[in-house]
């Protein structure tokens, strides 16, 4: 998951709002609690609303997403 607060990703490709059926919503809202940032840090009743927020982005297996020293332009959920 990669939560981009709307802007296009690295290489100009904008990426969609999440269409959730609502399982995959609570499969979203279940994986936060499992963050300790969201966890620690921010109320149990938050999370749908970060989780509506979210933006779904996928790679192939070995592509390149960030590297040392790029200047990070979004906050990335890795959920495999």
Not at 21 to 39: A, G, H, Y
Not at 61 to 67: A, N, R
Request: charged residues 30%; contains cysteine.
């Amino acid at each position: 998951l990669n939560f981009l607060n709307g802007q296009s990703s690295k290489h100009g490709q904008v990426v969609e709002e999440m269409d959730l059926c609502r399982e995959d919503f609570e499969e979203i809202v279940t994986f936060l609690t499992s963050v300790p940032l969201f966890k620690n840090q921010l109320p149990r009743s938050e999370l749908p609303k970060v989780a509506m927020k979210l933006k779904r982005k996928e790679w192939r297996p070995g592509q390149e997403i960030v590297k040392q020293g790029d200047v990070g332009k979004a906050f990335y959920l890795i959920m495999s």
